[in-house]
């Protein structure tokens, strides 16, 4: 039997307003530890919260994004429950009034554009951070000491829900990929996992391909990478095919992954469901985004990365095109083909040898980098390598480099490609079976060979013809 | 040396004239206060502590200890709080310090502001100035018992079912429990959110009017307040003229209610014909039917994630433990007592799942008709009035084994505190030699219209607010004690 992954996500985002969700406190990182609290954000006794007006418009800014309706009314909520990283004992978050309701977003794939429904996405505050020290476990269970840092306690939290349309680790993967780009150039949150500004859940289930139903599903935390995530979900979905096919039955659970092992370990059973006992917060009034604000957020929103894929896909390939958009590259890469770049080559440059240079993207002047990318095959390599190097610095010209030719002379070259195949029998006889890939190989050789000084054009030419006659 | 000011009879008005015309300095004042409180503070327990330092160029206040206090500890009448001093002022407080208010000392409360005889206390009951082996009432009892004794000119309380009209019923005051939203609950501690408003208590309704001028109006840190509609006014008027009140048809029909304090509400009623009102019915069946039990689930479902916050993790007393969660158990069940247990449980299986739409969201849904109900009634009428409390002052110890006959205090108070309308609770005669309170409530936003009739009837009932065993050797201001009725 063939079964098909059925896999939802909670993300949840880190706004970087000024200030906290409920007070005045700064958000930040870096601070020493509980320096950037008071008595809202620490629950002290008749504390009370007030509404981030920013992390409203921003969560609604991102609700548009992400095609949502913006309901009339949307109400704050008490999730209760017990903990140290949470202060007054609840959690204001949203219950069955979120700001943002029912939207989808596009991910386009070769096939087609894949609808992934995004079932909501609410405002809410961020715990404190604990920790644990001593034991063996890392958690609460068996430390010695538990620490806890307020600082992060009230930062605000955007939590996005999606429907379980999502079919595999590498659409997880891919969607949480253009889900970021697109909440880094609303410019609300860096959403970066490393630093937990970006933390995602994934809900796993499995089935018979073809069918429609939904079997149980379990719950992987603790992935902090895109990879790990594409990791932990393929592990999950691996054992729950094992459990099935083996007669068994996958149990509700929660599970860790470690990203050194690749291994997934299920916390310990809870002996009956969670009831946080949800209320309307009564410290605050319901939040009625006027109309005319809704439409003005509207209007700001910048084009978004899944349709830019869909418009660039046209001049590349969907590839190239994903990596440009993801990267938040392809500014510059429409630049430069606006500055007369071959749109191919300048995708290539700018994906690999731009990123790979460390180069900020945001400083590059797109008319240097064209006249480069146009040059490149006239230049020595190592001349080119260089000046993409350089392309950051202020007032970078491409003169110098563009001045510099490369060897494009058959006679000079010939004797060192000569040699180098005499040195390779073995790669030589690979090629000729079929092996064509070990053109870059050669060619790679004779560059070195050549300290980067020759035409790399004029190379694989000569290297071609000689092992093809 | 005579002292300085007859505390008993000072009016908060009065010595405010006094500090005005440079007569007494807030220093005398207050040290005369601080006096009377040494004096018969042992026999009432009305405050928990006491303030010497004099910061305002004004009169001194008390205040309820679930108010915050920068630098004063505050324990809400509770040992899971003992020894917590807040780092911030309430913003009531802020507002007196800024009026010059100086703080005289932090008054009893039932724990968490749950009860209606201060017997509830961590720290003890207090005594009521009538007679000290009765309750003041509660859970304002404190501040209620300070004012009756000459023990503060004013005091503020906090309300959520009746605690600052029912004390000042059962202690002969008058007490303001102010529209909801006008005053800022920002640093009171909260017991139930969606109900809980500060107010006054003082000896006149003038005394009400000025101190809920000081503290009313919009503020920032509270998401619930509102600026005032229209300025508040100090009552002048003796006339009723034009005025029209009504009495709830269903009080006729309510057994709780005492024969004698039916006859002082009925004795005010006439008085109030006779000053010209037009004295009127009004029928509203849901309150007194169903008004108890929403307010029995809203109130504790809500507390129950209010007194979530006291964990011993960050302030407050701590009972150590082998894990987090046996230290926060041990902590509440040492530090919280029985009222706050009880409610406790009763909110959190309220809002359990599979029992929130019986009980939190029916109680919800009975609110708004509740809400309607007045509205309603209250269109046609200038103001509603019933007594406050259904009995006079009780015995300590008479209702402290029987939750459901201490609730049963807060019958007629309740109601308009779930449709959040400002109830004014003025003393209106005797029964067995005890006050009687008379509990006149307005539309929101109402208080000017419940301050003016509270005021002609005031005048016009001329209810000594000095209890009659401490009467002696102190005059009516201005009189000598001989010409005292």
Redesign the interface.
């Known amino acids: 039997m063939t079964w098909e992954p059925v896999i939802g996500l909670e993300i949840h985002v880190q706004l970087k307003t000024r200030t906290k969700m409920f007070c005045r406190c700064p958000v930040g990182f870096g601070a020493g530890e509980n320096t950037q609290t008071c ?1 809202v954000c ?10 981030n007006r920013a992390a409203v418009e921003w969560t609604i800014l991102l609700g548009l994004a992400l095609g949502c309706e913006i309901p009339g009314q949307a109400v704050f909520s ?1 999730k ?1 429950y ?3 990283d949470l ?4 959690q204001i978050s949203q219950y069955d009034l979120p700001f943002c309701m029912n939207g989808s977003m596009l991910l386009p794939t070769a096939e087609c554009d894949r609808v992934i429904g995004i079932f909501r996405a609410h405002l809410e505050e961020d715990a404190a951070k604990t920790v644990h020290v001593g034991g063996r476990t890392g958690r ?2 068996g430390a010695d000491v ?1 620490l ?1 840092d307020y600082n992060r306690g009230g930062t605000p939290l955007v939590e996005i829900v999606t429907a379980p349309d999502i079919r595999s680790a590498d659409e997880a993967k891919r969607f949480l990929q253009l889900l970021r780009q697109t909440i880094v150039e609303l410019g609300i949150s860096d959403a970066e996992m490393e630093k937990g500004t970006l933390r995602v859940d994934a809900n796993v289930s499995v089935r018979p391909e073809g069918s429609d139903e939904l079997r149980t599903r379990t719950e992987i935390k603790n992935m902090n990478s895109f990879n790990f995530i594409a990791r932990g979900i393929e592990a999950e979905v691996e054992r729950q095919i094992r459990v099935w096919e083996s007669g068994g039955e996958v149990r509700q659970e929660t599970y860790d992954f470690d990203a050194a092992s690749g291994t997934l370990t299920a916390r310990r059973a809870k002996e009956e ?1 969670d ?1 946080y ?3 309307p917060e ?4 319901p939040v009625e985004p006027p109309a005319e604000l809704v439409e003005r957020l509207r209007s700001e929103l910048p084009e978004l990365p899944a349709t830019r894929i869909r418009r660039i896909e046209a001049e590349l390939d969907l590839e190239r095109a994903t990596v440009l958009v993801t990267g938040g590259l392809d500014r510059l890469w429409e630049e430069t083909v606006g500055s007369g770049a071959d749109a191919v080559t300048a995708a290539n440059v700018i994906a690999n040898t731009v990123v790979g240079a460390g180069v900020d993207p945001g400083v590059v002047s797109p008319r240097e980098l064209a006249r480069l990318v146009e040059g490149r095959d006239r230049i020595p390599r190592a001349a080119f390598d260089e000046a993409i190097g350089k392309l950051g610095e202020p007032g970078f010209s491409a003169d110098s480099y563009l001045a510099q030719e490369a060897v494009s002379d058959t006679a000079e070259l010939e004797p060192i490609v000569d040699a180098i195949l005499a040195a390779n029998p073995g790669q030589v006889a690979a090629y000729r079976n079929g092996k064509e890939g070990l053109l870059g190989f050669f060619v790679g050789q004779v560059m070195k060979e050549t300290q980067g000084q020759a035409n790399a054009r004029v190379v694989s030419e000569l290297v071609r013809s000689k092992l093809s006659g | 040396m005579p002292p300085i000011v007859d505390t008993l009879r000072l009016t908060a008005e009065e010595a405010l004239a006094l500090v005005e015309r440079r007569e007494v300095s807030p220093a005398e004042l207050h040290a005369a206060y601080l006096e009377a409180i040494g004096t018969r503070n042992g026999e009432l327990h009305a405050y928990l502590r006491t303030v010497e330092t004099v910061e305002g160029a004004s009169i001194p206040i008390a205040l309820k200890d ?3 206090t920068k630098g004063v500890e ?1 324990t ?1 009448g509770s040992k899971i ?1 003992e020894g ?1 001093v ?3 002022d ?1 913003t009531v407080a802020a507002r007196c310090k800024a009026a010059g208010l100086t703080l005289l000392g932090k008054t009893n409360t039932d724990e968490f502001a749950m009860g209606s005889s201060t017997e509830n206390s961590a720290w003890g009951p207090s005594r009521n100035p009538w007679d000290p082996a009765l309750v003041p009432g509660g859970s304002g009892g404190g501040t209620a018992a300070a004012v009756s004794a000459g023990l503060a000119p004013w005091g503020l309380g906090s309300d959520t079912g009746g605690s600052i009209k029912q004390p000042s019923a059962l202690c002969g005051n008058v007490g303001l429990r102010p529209t909801y939203g006008t005053v800022s ?6 017991f ?3 109900l809980d408003q500060v107010g006054p208590v003082a000896k006149t309704v003038r005394d009400v009017a000025l101190l809920y001028s000081i503290i009313a109006g919009r503020d ?5 307040t509102v600026e005032l509609p229209e300025p508040v006014r100090l009552p002048d008027a003796e006339r009723l003229d034009g005025l029209r009140i009504a009495v709830p048809r269903q009080i006729a029909l309510l057994d709780a209610i005492e024969p004698g304090v039916r006859a002082a509400f009925e004795r005010a009623l006439e008085l109030a014909r006779e000053l010209g009102a037009e004295v009127g019915e009004c029928d509203l069946p849901v309150s007194y039917r169903y008004g108890m039990p929403c307010y029995y689930l809203i109130a504790p ?2 507390a ?2 209010n ?3 006291y ?1 011993g ?3 407050g007393p701590r009972t150590e433990a082998e ?3 046996e230290m ?1 158990e041990r902590t509440r069940d040492e530090g919280f007592g029985a009222e706050p247990k009880r409610r406790i449980m009763l909110g ?1 299986y309220a ?3 599979g029992y ?1 739409d019986a009980f ?1 969201g029916q109680a919800q849904k009975v609110r708004t008709l509740l809400i309607r109900e007045h509205r309603e009634a209250l269109a046609n009428v200038d103001v509603i009035a019933t007594p406050t409390s259904p009995t006079v002052a009780f015995p300590i110890g008479d209702k402290a084994a029987d939750p459901l006959a201490m609730y049963a205090c807060d019958l007629l108070t309740i109601p308009s505190c779930l449709a959040g309308l400002p109830g004014l609770s003025i003393p209106c005669g005797l029964s067995e030699a005890l006050p009687v309170g008379l509990q006149l409530l307005g539309p929101q936003f109402g208080e000017n219209t419940v301050f003016r009739v509270g005021h002609a009837l005031e005048q016009a009932i001329g209810f000594d607010t000095v209890p009659e065993r401490l009467r002696a050797g102190s005059a009516p201001w201005g009189q000598t004690s001989e010409e005292t009725p």
Do not use: Q
């Open positions: 008595p620490l629950g002290f006794p008749g504390a009370l919260p007030v509404v008490r209760n017990f903990y140290p202060p007054k004992g609840y609460i269970g538990s806890v469901a009831d006992r949800y209320f009564p410290d605050l009034v | 679930v108010i915050s505050t809400a709080l917590y807040p780092v911030f309430a609950r920002y640093g009171v501690v909260a139930a959110s969606s920032p840190h509270d998401s619930t479902a809500e129950s994630s007194l979530a916050r964990d993790v960050r302030y894990t987090y969660h926060v959190t809002l359990s799942a929130y939190y």
